[in-house]
């Protein structure tokens, strides 16, 4: 079956612009998970979505972040404004529910702000 | 969540064992230990997770001390496509709504 898909794969774009990134988690999975792993830096966690449940948004470094989840399927981060330090991969992932062991995770987005 | 230490960097010949280890020496009881991999360029892929008991499964086996204090991860037969980091990650269930938080994981290389 497919897996977690992203779009784009790549991202350029200048500073202060706004970008949308998007999610297709896997078909069923109710939880959804992004992430971002900057040059040099782990993986951090930015935002979770779970079912109707409020998203946890804890992760995110910023009100230029932000991200919604339409139906319980595909989910769209966007990052308005955009800086230079916003330049990362953007990773999303899914699992069936919160605590399923295992999240599956897309290929990413690589965004440049330049 | 409890904080893990492994080493930076690890090498393995190709064909032997590679064993990778980790301290969370304050793991608490209700505390599981996960472990993920991420080859380069792409997003990190779920490995292992095991409570107290060693777990084996097709990928790898993972053996937990007696004290739960330290684990290690073992490719009973690493391959050049097994090079990657290796991220082990201790948490609960239910605590955080399962977000992961990664350290900065090992590097294995592989090498022929």
């Known amino acids: 079956g497919a897996g977690v898909s992203q779009s784009p794969s790549n991202k350029v774009t200048e500073k202060g612009k706004d970008v949308e990134l998007r999610c297709d988690p896997i078909s069923g999975h109710t939880a959804l998970y992004w992430y971002r792993q900057s040059l040099g830096q782990g993986l951090e966690f930015l935002i979770y979505?779970?079912?109707?449940?409020?998203?946890?948004k804890s992760g995110l470094p910023s009100d230029r972040f932000s991200a919604e989840r339409t139906g319980g399927s595909v989910s769209t981060l966007t990052i308005q404004r955009t800086q230079q330090e916003d330049s990362a991969v953007y990773l999303c992932a899914s699992s069936i529910r919160q605590v399923i062991n295992e999240q599956f995770f897309g290929p990413g987005t690589r965004l440049t702000v330049l | 969540d409890a904080k893990t230490t492994q080493p930076t960097s690890m090498d393995c010949a190709e064909g032997r064992a590679a064993n990778l280890p980790c301290n969370h020496s304050t793991i608490s009881g209700n505390e599981y230990v996960y472990w993920y991999r991420q080859i380069h360029s792409q997003g990190p892929q779920y490995i292992i997770h095991g409570l107290k008991n060693n777990e084996t499964n097709e990928m790898a086996s993972l053996i937990i001390t007696e004290d739960r204090k330290s684990s290690t991860l073992i490719l009973p037969h690493a391959t050049l496509r097994d090079t990657a980091v290796y991220y082990c990650?201790?948490?609960?269930?239910?605590?955080?709504?399962?977000?992961?938080?990664f350290g900065q994981g090992t590097e294995l290389s592989v090498k022929p």
């Open positions: 990650i201790v948490r609960t269930l239910y605590n955080q709504g399962g977000k992961l938080i």
């Open positions: 979505f779970q079912g109707n449940s409020a998203p946890d």
